[in-house]
Structures are given as C-alpha cells and as structure tokens.
C-alpha cells in the first residue's frame, strides 16, 4: 500500500480502517458502468391499474376543458429502525399510495389527487383538478407555458442497486444493527450508543397528453450510529457519529458486501477518535487556513450553492421556507461564486445519487449540467416552467413531489463540486500546504440566513495542522463566513481520489412542507483566512 508523510497520522482519521488517505476516495462511475440491466419494478406496483388511471384521466381532463394534463401514481415504502444501548427502541413501517392529477386551463394549474386507484375516481379527480383551475385563473397574472420535452412512452428506470432491503427480514437486519451496537458499547468510554436506519422504496408511474408514460423504482438508506461519553462529575457529554452517507444503494451498504463502507473499521476507531476529542484543548479562534474533508463540505455545498442556485428561490417565487437567493438571474453568466478552479454541477444521473431519477415528475429525462462554471454563476436548476421563463428551451429535469397528494415543484438535483480535473492532488497533499490551520471531518450543526450567504458550520472532528502534519484533535469548532468570500477563498481542491457523495434524507422546502433526499458529491478542500469561531466561548462558557 502507498504511504505519505501524513498517513502515520491520518490513517487514525479517515473513515476507512487501514487505509492511506492518498487512497480513501473513488470517483464514481457513469450511469451505463452501473448494471440495473436485473432490475425491474417490482410486479406488486406494476399490477396496479397504472393504464387504465391513465387512459381515464387524461380523456377526462381534455374532455372538461384542459390543453394539457398529467397523471402521477405514488407508492412510497418505509421501513425506520432504531436502536439505543443494545436494545431495539422503535420499528415502523408505512405506505403512502396514492395518485395526482394536474392539468392546464388557459395557462392555469389546477391539482387534485386520491388515495382509490379506481379508473372512476381518475374521472372524478381530473374533473375536480380542471374546476381548480377555473377557480384559479382570474387569479392567475402569468400564463403557464411547458417547456418542450421529447415524448417517452412505455419507458422505464430503476436504480442501482443489489439487494432490496424491503426483501431482507426485520429480524435479520436488527440483528446486524445490534451487533453493530454492540461493539460501540462495549468500547472503553462509551456510555450510551444510538443506532438507527431509515429505509425507502419509491415508485412512480407517469403519464402526460404528450403521449409520456414513465415507471420508476428507486431505493435508498440511511444508516447511522452514535457513541456518546458522559462526564456526570463535570456535566457534560460529548458525541461522535459515524460519516456513512445515506445514499442510493442497497441492503448490501449496510453489510459492508459491496465494500463501498468499511463499518467494522470505523466502529474500532470510533471509541478513540471520541476519547481524543474529550481531552482535546479548545481551539484559538480567529483566520485560519482549513482543509475541509468531503464529509464537512458536502453540507456546505448544500445550503451555499444548492438552494442557492434553485432557479424560484433566485426569482422570489419561493421564499415562505428558507427564504430566497442572493445569485439573482440578472447576475448569471458575471457573479464570481468562487475561484477560478470552481465547478459545480447539477445532476439527476449520477450513480447511487439521492435526487437521481431516470426521469422527473414532469417526464423530463434526467440529465447534468453545470451551475457555476470557472467560479461563474452560469446555471440554475429548473421544472418545464421555470425554463422558459430563463429563456431556456428545455428543463433540467428538477419537478419532484415527495406524495401523490403534493404539487409537484422544483426540487433540488444531486449538486457536487467537481475535483481537480488535471491532477489527482490528495487530501494529504493539502494538508501539507497547511503551516497553522485545521482539519475538519463530517458535519453537524448549521446555520444561514435566508439569502443563502451568511453561513456558520461545525464539523464532527477537528485536527490541528501545524507545519503541513496532522497534530491531534481540538474541540469547539465553527468556521464562519459569506458564500463568495469563503468559496472566493478556496486555493485548491482535491483529485478524482478525494471525491465522496454525501448527502441527506430531509431537505425541506414548500408550504405544505415536502421533504426530498438528495447527494452531493465533492473532493477534499484547501480554504485560506476563514474565520473560525470558538463555540464554548461564543455560547458564554
């Protein structure tokens, strides 16, 4: 195995046991490197009376009125487990089925939906979502126009993985959680561990006027576990969690079988990674240089570039949750986001991504595209409305309801920061451009104000850097700035080695509030003169 300077050290940091940090990552492949060719919907979804809804109520809705309409069906399946000290604490399971109407009626929506798959009821909600519309359009002040789309009949999409967890036996999965708990608790200064996996089977079926119809079935998981150590005399606790993204894959994630997460490995260093961090000093706040592991940063690139960058938070169409952008369109193709070696990308077919689909819930046909490009704002994520208002002949695929029984809108797509395209630069050849500065690695809290510029982060674990050489851990970190002068400072970023999808189950956005799942894949980081925070100090501690 290859060695580096850094690596006696950091091998104790990275999240994969054993492992030189020059090696830790993987770029992932492209979609057709990923074999779905086994795949298919499962038959229980594809037994539903998915043509005969069609057919009913596209005829309906043209027959009351509309020019245009779509039908969505929506089964969501989801399994929760949780665990803390040893014993199981919760199971849950629930199905969402469901399905929607949404048509056009002189340039205006109109929505409606039902839990009866019936082709009666598909007659009476397309009716019922044209009269909403009706209502509507002396309301309306802006005329829906589609963006065009080719037509996709009899298309189908299922995503990459190998085994559903939906067909592994509760009982042989809390049995793998317990002893994944099991070998937490039984660690040397561990006084309480937290386990919990969230699991969810989704699938669609899609039909416009166009001539459009699309079945869809995607998997994803989250595992998660958590060490926490009590100090009763001092009354206080510190934690440390484990840094496996949720992520599109399949029940073999969890048992390590596709050896994509080494879980005995990180649960060995866990313990003393948590034993450091208790007795670690607390950080000197002020400028400082800092190396940000794909772990940390994924979550920056969430809050600061991916709602950021949703095309009706920038036009003050959305702003009721979360608030709106500071990249307004009069700045795309001239905003500096960031450095020149700046390029992000939005993407609905990256392998194992949280918002990949082979087609969104508009029939557009899932697809990547650069948001900032060089350091310029150049892109913005987008439905079959919102792009012609752009001036854009097509969508980039961003329409998503998390329910039969919500509009669809514009929802975020996986949004990575690409690596070093010319050299595969490792995260410890980063580190070791570092004199005084930190290493962060995985995330907790957040916060930003509601333009998406003004932001505050903290990370898992915290590693001093002094003279390029890692020098064990600190403690009460937060690194605080504004979106263009914190990615305005970034000097370098990693290579193809460093790149790691991160992401999360529970992006919130909308009034009814939807939650969607999406990933964002980047490199490691080199930022100079941040501003870092101590957050004991700041807390009056």
Known sequence: MHSCSVCTIARRVFRVAGECCCHRGRVAPSLDEVSIATKVVDEQFRALPLTALADAALSAARAAGASYADLRVHRLLTQSIRL???????????????????????????????????????????????????????????????????????????????????????????????????????ADGVDHVTGSL????????????????????????QPQFEAITVDPAAGVFETMRTLAAPAGRGWEYVTGADGIWDWAGEFAQMPEWLAEKVMAPTVIPGSTDLVLDPSNLWLTIHESIGHATEYDRAIGY????????????????????GTPIMRVTGDRTEPHGLASVGYDDEGVAGQQWDLVR?????????????????????????????????????????????PDPVADTTTAELISRVEDGLYIVGDKSWSIDMQRYNFQFTGQR????????????????????????????????????????????????????????????????????????????????
């Open 374 to 418: 060089d350091g310029i704002l150049v892109g913005y994520q987008l439905d079959r409305v919102f792009a012609p208002r752009l001036g854009l002949d097509r969508s980039n695929g961003c329409s998503y309801a998390d329910s039969a029984h919500h509009v669809p809108i514009q929802r975020m797509a996986n949004v990575s920061l690409q």
């Open 198 to 221: 969230l699991q969810v089977k989704e699938q669609t079926f899609y039909a416009d006027t166009f001539g459009s119809r699309i079945t869809q079935q995607r998997v994803r998981l």
């Open 84 to 186: 803390r000290d040893g014993r199981v604490e919760a199971i849950s399971d629930s199905t969402d089925l469901g399905f929607a109407v949404r048509v056009i009626v002189d340039g205006t929506w109109g929505f409606a939906s039902h839990a009866v798959l019936s082709p009666d009821s598909a007659v009476e909600v397309a009716r019922r979502a044209v009269t909403v519309a009706t209502t509507l359009r002396a309301l309306n002040r802006e005329r829906v126009e589609l963006a065009a789309e080719p037509v996709y009949d009899s298309a189908e999409w299922v995503s990459a993985y190998d085994i559903d967890p939906f067909e592994v036996p509760t009982p042989e999965k809390t049995a793998l959680l317990l002893d994944y708990s099991a070998r937490l608790q039984a």
């Open 462 to 541: 915290f590693f001093r850097i002094r003279d390029g050489e890692l020098a064990g851990q600190v403690r009460d970190v937060a690194y605080q700035a504004t979106t263009t002068d914190f990615w305005g400072s970034m000097e370098a970023v990693g290579g193809p080695s460093t790149w790691v999808l991160g992401g999360a189950f529970n992006c919130g956005k909308a009034q009814p509030g939807q939650v969607a799942a999406v990933s964002h894949g980047c490199p490691s980081v080199l930022v100079r003169g941040i501003n870092v925070l101590n957050t004991r100090a700041e807390a009056g501690q």
């Open 318 to 337: 959305e702003s009721a949750y979360a608030g709106t952008s500071f990249a307004t369109p009069d700045q795309l193709g001239t905003l500096r986001y």
